[in-house]
């Protein structure tokens, strides 16, 4: 996720990130304004519709459909943006929940317990890594180091591996209830932190799994095609050559909320603007090493 100062506008408004739209869009805004150039063209030296009294007809049409693409567009962008939200909101519980289950279990695992304690200390931010890779787009399948992770060996990297550690951790607990070590109602209590884990997972694969509807994003982006398309046939009429940079930048600002919206909407990617679900599995290591020493 980057990083920035929110009150620098001086920096913002000068600076081209990998992410930036306009760098992607640049070709097509190169083809709109030859299209636009086209039409204008055309229409200041050859058809000269501006004569016609139907014109008038195109404008109104392009006002009405002003109205209805910001709508669009805007329930497009606060939709994407709260999938992001609540994704952030879901990693900050594990990592509220991770500091949780490690302070009770430092609290009722004597010191004496080294390898209980151990075994915590290691597991409990391992599965914040194995949901990073996870959720990952592009990488379902573990990519951690064995030799930091020992309990690696015991897992099938061809199955649900948040799952597994999961799995590995409730054993454990039951185990060192069994044995005495923890009695009822503290099993109670770590079990409730331990399904946290489980509820986070799924509602985080529920974003991940679910995006917009097709329909509604196909149906979106041919709109702003067309509506773009059809700009120069009004704006020409009244602005003349300069409707080729009004219109190319009407289109830059519209194409570029639709890519704002399908970045944000996956916030488990890989994206420059998407959580960084690595870093904060590295903090929950962090502070449970710090918790259960």
């Not at 064995?146 to 015991?154: G, T």
Request: hydrophobic letters at 45%; a neutral charge.
């Amino acid at each position: 996720m980057i990083t920035y100062n929110p009150k620098d506008w001086f920096t913002f408004i000068f600076r081209f990130h990998k992410a930036d739209t306009l760098r992607k869009l640049l070709p097509l805004i190169i083809g709109i304004s030859v299209f636009s150039w086209l039409i204008a063209f055309l229409e200041l030296n050859v058809f000269r519709l501006s004569e016609n009294s139907h014109v008038k007809n195109i404008i109104s049409m392009h006002t009405l459909l002003s109205f209805v693409i910001s709508m669009l567009l805007v329930f497009r962008t606060n939709t994407a943006y709260d999938r992001w939200w609540e994704g952030r909101k879901l990693w900050g519980s594990l990592v509220n929940n991770s500091r949780n289950l490690a302070i009770k279990l430092h609290s009722i695992l004597g010191h004496e317990e080294k390898a209980d304690r151990s075994f915590f200390r290691r597991i409990i931010p391992m599965y914040a890594s194995v949901l990073a890779h996870h959720l990952h787009a592009e990488s379902t399948r573990l990519a951690l180091d064995e030799k930091e992770h020992p309990e690696l060996r015991n897992i099938d990297t061809n199955r649900h591996v948040p799952n597994q550690v999961a799995s590995m951790m409730i054993q454990r607990v039951h185990r060192l209830y069994e044995e005495g070590k923890i009695k009822g109602d503290q099993l109670i209590i770590l079990n409730a932190e331990l399904q946290s884990f489980t509820d986070i997972m799924g509602a985080c694969e529920r974003i991940k799994n679910t995006p917009i509807p097709f329909s509604y994003s196909v149906f979106l982006k041919k709109f702003i095609f067309f509506y773009v398309m059809t700009l120069p046939f009004s704006f020409v009429i009244s602005l003349g050559y300069i409707a080729i940079p009004v219109v190319a930048f009407i289109f830059y600002v519209l194409a570029s909320l639709e890519l704002i919206a399908e970045e944000i909407e996956d916030p488990f990617g890989g994206d420059e603007n998407d959580l960084p679900m690595n870093k904060m599995a590295s903090n929950i290591k962090k502070h449970v090493a710090e918790i259960i020493i």
